[in-house]
Nanobody, 117 residues
Framework: QVELVESGGGLVQTGGSLRLSCAASGSIFSISSMGWYRQAPGKQRELVAAFNNSGSINYAGSVKGRFTISRDNAKNTVYLQMNSLKPEDTAVYYC???????????WGKGTLVTVSS
């Protein structure tokens, strides 16, 4: 079993910054990818940024140049530094860890990010 605990969401003004953290614990092995997704009201959940098992990073086009994903392997933690935030970044941000070899896909409970205009 894998537990993902997110933190760092909140309310920020347009142009501001926030840093999200996701700490993973449990049966962490054979990780296919780990990263962040978001879901805005009335919209589908979408990829924001994620590491894959080769270490490369995928970013959504809408956040490239503004968001940076990083990780601390010793702490089993990934971070999402979000700069130049826009109202359209308002969403619940979910941490995801995939173990596709086993067909497992784990989600955190989510953390709300609200960007006011």
């Amino acid at each position: 079993q894998v537990e993902l605990v997110e933190s760092g969401g909140g309310l920020v003004q347009t142009g501001g910054s926030l840093r999200l953290s996701c700490a993973a614990s449990g049966s962490i092995f054979s990780i296919s990818s780990m990263g962040w997704y978001r879901q805005a009201p009335g919209k589908q959940r979408e990829l924001v940024a994620a590491f894959n098992n080769s270490g490369s990073i995928n970013y959504a086009g809408s956040v490239k140049g503004r968001f940076t994903i990083s990780r601390d392997n010793a702490k089993n933690t990934v971070y999402l530094q979000m700069n130049s935030l826009k109202p359209e970044d308002t969403a619940v941000y979910y941490c995801n860890l995939a173990q596709r070899l086993y067909g497992w896909n784990h989600w955190g409970k989510g953390t709300l990010v609200t960007v006011s205009s």
